[in-house]
Structures are given as C-alpha cells and as structure tokens.
C-alpha cells in the first residue's frame, strides 16, 4: 500500500538560511506527490505536486521538491527560509486507484529571526 | 474561483445537539472529500463522493456522523447528537478528475467545540 513518512516531526531554521523538510514514500508503482503547507488556523494549500514529468518540482513561495526513485524520496528544500515559512508541511501521497490521498503526519517548521 | 467554501467557521455547542457542517466545492470539480483534524490523530478522511455518489464512507468514526451530497455543488457533514470528543477542525476539498493530477483543494475548515 502507498504511504509517506515525514521523517522530522519538528524542523527550527534561522531565516536567510536552507530549508530541508524530509519524506520517503512506498509505493508499489509510480507515484503522485505532492507537499502541502498549513498555516496556523488556516486550511492546507498545495504547494508542489509531482505526476511523473519532471523529476525536479517547483512550487509556489520558492519551495521545490526533487523525486528521488532510487531513494524513495521526495524531499522539500528551499534556498532561503523567510519568517513567514513558519508553517506546518505534509508529503502526501495519492493510492494508486481513484483519488484518495494519504497524508504524512507533518512537519512543523520553525524560523527563527 | 471562489475556491472551496465550507459555513460555520466556528461552531460551539453543547454536547447531546446536532451540529451540521456545509460545503460548497469548486465549481465543475466532481469529487468531495470530508477531514477531520485533531492534534492526537492528524487529518483523517471520513468520506468522499464522486458526481455527488457516496464512494467511500470508510473513515465515518460512527452512525452518529453522516454526509450528503444533494447536488453539485452542496454537501453536508452532520454530528448527531454530538460529543465532546467530535471537537476537532472538519475540512472539506474537491478535485477535478480527469485533470490527471489528483490535487485535492481544501477549504478554511471548521472549527468545532462540543462542550
């Protein structure tokens, strides 16, 4: 069966500096990934997805995702975190029939100044 | 588009009342999920419809919970009667099949406390 592990459940980075929020996914078949990002009392946006076109992702606010099939992986970076970051980020993974998504239990980003 | 619109935004009530949860999805999308969130148990799906058809009602924790899909654009999460441990933040999205990327589209959410 397809599920993610978000492999930090806490992530503290100062701003101005890298971000790398970590996810390996299994999954029997080729994949659809995608990153979400909550912020505090909001609902989820999507900010990247990946659907077996290229291997490197970009999304919205500068985050981009690189799909790693050796590794397993889809691991979300950007180059230079800002204040406004600070969020919650799940991996997610859709099942191979129909339109189910699974969701990784999260990752909090914290971005200090 | 006005994206996915759900109606309370907060609801507080008493223990023992029905509570109904609604959702307006993005127009032309063809596929409704219902989430609930809660700091113990993370996002859980509870249903989804597809062409407004139930599909998977796996995740409905019990009888006290069920949805509708009346039409298109419309749908409901009801909580009868409702307990304190219903209190979490219920989420509805909609996707567009056949778009060939499965991204689901969340709305605010509601927010509800059940005294």
């Known amino acids: 069966a397809q599920s993610v592990t978000q492999l930090d459940s806490h992530v503290s980075v100062s701003e101005g500096t890298p971000v790398l929020l970590r996810c390996n996914y299994s999954?029997?078949?080729?994949?659809?990934l995608f990153w979400y990002v909550q912020h505090p009392n909001k609902g989820l946006q999507l900010l990247l997805k990946?659907?077996?076109?290229?291997?490197l992702v970009k999304g919205i606010n500068g985050f981009e995702a690189e799909f790693k099939k050796s590794e397993t992986s889809f691991h979300l970076t950007k180059p230079s975190a800002h204040m406004s970051d600070a969020a919650e980020y799940f991996c997610?993974?859709?099942?191979?029939?129909?339109?189910?998504?699974?969701f990784g239990a999260g990752t909090i980003l914290r971005v200090k100044s | 588009d006005a994206g996915v619109i759900q109606s309370p935004r907060h609801e507080v009530t008493e223990m023992g009342q029905e509570v109904t949860l609604r959702c307006k999805p993005i127009?032309?999308?063809?596929?409704l999920f219902w989430y609930r969130q809660t700091m113990m148990r993370g996002l859980e799906l509870l249903i989804y419809?597809?062409?407004?058809?139930?599909?998977?009602d796996s995740g409905m924790p019990e009888d006290r919970f069920s949805a509708k899909m009346p039409n298109a654009s419309f749908s409901t999460l009801k909580i009868q009667p409702s307990e304190p441990r219903d209190s979490a933040v219920y989420f509805c999205?909609?996707?567009?099949?056949?778009?060939?990327?499965?991204?689901?589209?969340f709305g605010p959410g509601t927010r509800l406390t059940v005294t």
């Open positions: 999205a909609s996707s567009l099949s056949g778009a060939g990327t499965y991204e689901q589209y």
């Open positions: 999954s029997s078949y080729s994949p659809s």
């Open positions: 990946y659907t077996s076109a290229a291997t």
């Open positions: 997610v993974v859709r099942l191979e029939y129909g339109n189910k998504l699974v």
């Open positions: 127009s032309g999308h063809d596929y």
């Open positions: 419809f597809n062409n407004n058809v139930p599909i998977d």
